[in-house]
């Protein structure tokens, strides 16, 4: 039998972190919650980014990946381990319980659809923007997470079997644009960093340094007009990376499900198969799940700071 799939169910769901992580800390602009006629649209996205991060985070992460890992791992440790009782533990009915938790945040993601056109329409209602402009300013905003991006680890198979912990960090960056640091954005999706502690902090490098100056003279160039449809378009851009069908959120989604399906599988095999490879197959994947543990971080940057060092 084929090993089990750890790298997977992993980077999925470190994918999954990073673009869930800024979609659900995302500020709509005062343009919108200023207003009371959007005061619906200003609840249900609240209500949206709490229950969304609450069933990725603490359902899904939690609850059906880390904590049933776990659970295998120490029946194995204690000589509890039969398929029965592991099966017991993945499945709710016939369908495994983690594949389940991604249907429902999968769901609840698509859910946010109609929030997503009814912004896009606000977007298009405001008038005397200059798009160049904006363009200018949402192309360095593209550029910045580039710079940022490669600074991001991936989980290989090598580090993951000469480790005995590794910590996946998801950092976000809120950049404060402007002379007093008041315009604060959540411009930035998660960056995963790996390491054997929590690594909280992104560096900034000389090219992000040049950029965020570049940042900060394109957000001071824009008019109010440009800069309301500045931020929509940003807030936009970050609901369409975990809404869109094609786009890495829900194909983590689905590449998760499938891993996790398979694994699930092993405690259906027939007893002699289960016995042959089955349970030395799963107890192997176990113990390789257990040695990664998840967490966040939120990393703030004043334009106007870095750009005058």
Known sequence: MAPLPVIPILQSVM???SYLRAATNASLPPVITGQGQYGPLVTSFVDWQEELWTQFWEGLVDTGVVAAAAEVNTLFHSNLA???VINGLLYDDDIPIAVAQCNDVANLITSAQPMLEQLEEIAASIEGAD????DA???LVAQLQDQFNAQEDKLTQDALD????IVSTAIDVGIAI???GEDTTQLIEGVI???TTAIDELALTAAIKETLGQLEDAWAALDQASADLAQITHCCKQLKTVTDQTAATLTALDTLSTAWNSVAATTTLPADQWESEGCAALRQWAAQMVK????NATQRVTTSTVSAA
């Open 178 to 180: 402007g002379s007093e």
């Open 82 to 84: 039969d398929a029965g």
């Open 15 to 17: 994918t999954a972190q």
């Open 292 to 295: 990664l543990s998840f967490g």
């Open 162 to 165: 000469s480790a005995t912990e």
């Open 193 to 195: 960093k790996l390491g």
């Open 131 to 134: 798009q160049a402009k904006v």
């Open 137 to 139: 300013y949402t192309a």
